[in-house]
C-alpha cells in the first residue's frame, strides 16, 4: 500500500513559486561533482582549502571557485586560522539528513538516474 505524501508547506510569507525556486537553487548547490565532493568531506569535518585539494585530487582553483559558491549559498561556514581559511558545513546535521535522503532515493531508483536521457550520464 502506498502512502500519498503531501506537498512541504511553505515557509510563512513565501509564495510556492519563491519556495520551489528556493529548493532549486538548493540543489543546484549539490548539483556538481565536485561541489558534492567537497560537502560530503566538510561532513568529515572542517578543512583548509590546501587539504581538500589534496584529498579530493582537485586543483586549488577549483576548490576555492566551488568553496565560495558553497560560501554564497549559506552551506558552508569559514574562518581564519593563521594565514588561512577553515570551512564547515553551516548545517551540518540538516545537510548530512538530504545526503542521507538521496543516498535512499537513489538505493530506491537504482540506475535510472544515470541511465535518464536528459540527465544521466550519457547525455552530457
Known amino acids: 500500500m502506498k502512502t500519498q505524501m503531501s506537498a512541504p508547506a511553505p515557509v510563512a510569507g513565501i509564495s510556492e513559486t519563491s519556495a520551489l525556486t528556493a529548493a532549486a537553487c538548493l540543489f543546484h548547490g549539490f548539483s556538481d561533482r565536485s561541489r558534492l565532493a567537497i560537502v560530503q568531506h566538510l ?13 579530493l585530487g582537485l586543483a586549488q582553483s577549483t576548490v576555492s571557485k566551488h568553496l565560495l559558491c558553497l560560501l554564497d549559498c549559506g552551506l558552508v561556514t569559514v574562518r581564519p586560522e593563521g594565514r588561512a581559511s577553515v570551512y ?28 535518464c536521457p536528459r540527465y544521466g550520464t550519457e547525455a552530457r
Request: glycine share 4%.
Open 43 to 55: 561532513a568529515l569535518g572542517e578543512h583548509r582549502v590546501v587539504d581538500l585539494t589534496k584529498h
Open 88 to 115: 564547515a558545513l553551516a548545517y551540518q546535521e540538516a545537510t548530512l539528513q538530504v545526503l542521507r535522503a538521496a543516498e535512499n532515493l537513489l538505493a530506491l531508483t537504482g540506475d535510472a538516474v544515470e541511465l
